[in-house]
């Protein structure tokens, strides 16, 4: 492997200025794949390991599986053994746990061993302690997927259409003990289009934020970039999504409530309403729905149906009755709007 360097300031002042920078690459969530495909390819960055949850039962039978970073991380780095300690996937990160401590004592050395210059934490889904913050030479760095302080927490992809907000972004910050609450470091802002949903956002992820990523950890090892504090005063946060998030009522809810959370939710677990059909309650998912953008804003107050008809500002829709085949607005209307 490459020596890494040391360059000097013209005071001679030693700088800390490596060739490359050693990163330890913390997540879960499949999305995620592409900032680590990235690291892999780019050259100024020598990822050196991999820290993911645990195998876990999963799938119908309930079969003990690898999560998705860890399938695609073999992919990308040619690796073939489960218990390659490139990949960790330690089961508690406590050191005072009563069941896992000397687990965590174990992979805090390994950590130390590695000598990271940052940790690149994104939708890991473990508190991470401070002992392991104070690890890195240069930053623990966390890439949330909002324009913060706005929308800390656990589903801001999702809270940004539930909110109709226009703007949306990434944040990339060197993170502290609390959730969501470090030091800005970069920004990146986009637009939402009307038409966009949150698997359209996720596709854009894909393509934009990996470079931002990466130039963003390479300019601020070389002090090209400062980090500001977040505004707490205009902070605000996000919850995990539940089950009762994903069900509207088309008795009371507007279009506009009922358009946010289709594109909030998608590509999961995507929504839902009840219909009373031969005698049963029947669930219904909405799989798809296009809409007139200047009829929505005269229409959006009322309902998704009025009697036996659709809001005029519905272009398309196409719904999945329970134990049925997806059908469209006309086939639903004669099966379950009589």
């Not at 860890?70 to 330690?90: R, V, Y």
């Not at 005072?96 to 990271?116: T, V």
């Not at 300019?219 to 919850?239: D, I, P, S």
């Amino acid at each position: 492997m490459t020596e890494r360097i040391v360059a000097c300031t013209p005071s001679k002042e030693k700088t800390y200025d490596p060739e490359y920078y050693k990163v330890v690459f913390f997540s879960w969530a499949p999305i995620w794949v592409s900032f680590l495909q990235e690291l892999k390819n780019d050259k100024r960055f020598d990822l050196v390991w991999i820290v993911t949850m645990p195998d876990a039962p999963s799938g119908r039978w309930m079969e003990v599986r690898e999560n998705i970073i860890k399938i695609e991380a073999k992919k990308i780095f040619n690796k073939i053994s489960t218990k390659d300690e490139f990949f960790q996937t330690p089961s508690s990160l406590r050191l005072d746990s009563k069941k896992y401590g000397k687990e965590a004592q174990k992979f805090q050395q390994w950590l130390i061993d590695k000598d990271p210059d940052f940790l690149v934490v994104i939708a890991y889904w473990k508190i991470i302690p401070q002992y392991i913050l104070d690890i890195p030479k240069i930053a623990p760095i966390n890439v949330h997927g909002s324009l913060l302080p706005k929308y800390r927490g656990a589903s801001p992809l999702q809270s940004v259409f539930l909110n109709n907000e226009k703007k949306t972004g990434i944040t990339i910050m060197k993170m502290d003990a609390n959730m969501d609450t470090g030091n800005m470091i970069d920004i990146l802002k986009f637009d939402i289009d009307f038409d966009r949903n949150v698997k359209d956002l996720i596709d854009k992820i894909l393509v934009k934020w990996p470079k931002f990523l990466n130039n963003t950890l390479r300019n601020f090892g070389k002090r090209q970039l400062w980090e500001v504090k977040q505004n707490e005063n205009k902070a605000t946060y996000c919850n995990k999504i539940e089950k009762e998030d994903w069900e509207i009522n088309i008795e009371k809810d507007s279009l506009e409530s009922i358009y946010n959370k289709y594109r909030a939710y998608y590509l999961w677990p995507k929504i839902y309403f009840f219909v009373w059909n031969n005698n049963k309650t029947k669930r219904v998912i909405i799989e798809h729905m296009k809409l007139d953008k200047k009829i929505f804003e005269t229409e959006k107050k009322n309902k998704l149906f009025k009697g036996n008809e659709l809001n005029k500002a519905i272009l398309e829709i196409q719904i999945k009755p329970e134990w049925k085949k997806i059908m469209d607005r006309e086939s639903f209307k004669r099966g379950y709007l009589k």
